[in-house]
């Protein structure tokens, strides 16, 4: 997926694309519509924005591999806590989004994020990159 920094942080496309009711993009995962609850309300910026609640069926563990398990419950240890605005505020202090942002066209509301900029350990990064170099327009 592509993703954007956003005024809320970043998000992946096509993920903001089911949220939003894309039709494209609802059949092309092959549903209807999401699992869950959706409303319109406004954001704390005025605009308005879609809010996700209430799950409307059970999570199918079997779409997911044992590694995919282990980093969500990872995850949701680590910040079950955190508000809305404090999981706000991590995603911008993240480098790859302050660059993307930093970067937007005219002060628009959204900007390209890159794959590379999201590894922040610049050494693991360049090894990433020569690694993957060779094979990633075939992927």
């Given amino acids: ?20 009711g894309d039709k494209w993009v609802l059949r092309e995962a092959s549903i209807d519509r999401l699992p869950l609850k959706t409303t319109v309300g406004k954001a704390p910026n005025g605009k308005n924005t879609i ?5 409307e069926r059970e999570v199918n563990l079997n ?11 990872e995850i949701v ?4 806590d955190y508000s809305f605005k404090q999981l706000m505020d991590l ?15 005219d002060g628009g509301e959204r900007a390209p994020m890159y794959y590379e ?10 090894a990433l990159i020569d690694n993957l170099e060779p094979v990633a327009a075939h992927m």
């Fill in 51 to 55: 809010f996700l609640s209430d799950p």
């Fill in 63 to 73: 779409l997911l591999s044992k590694s995919d398990i282990r980093v969500f419950d």
């Fill in 77 to 80: 240890e680590k910040y079950k």
């Fill in 1 to 20: 997926d592509n993703y954007y920094a956003l005024w809320y942080g970043p998000v992946a496309s096509k993920a903001l694309d089911l949220i939003e």
């Fill in 91 to 105: 995603t911008h202090e993240h480098e790859a989004y302050k660059e993307a942002w930093a970067k937007r066209r």
């Fill in 117 to 126: 900029e999201m590894i922040e350990d610049k050494a693991k990064r360049e």
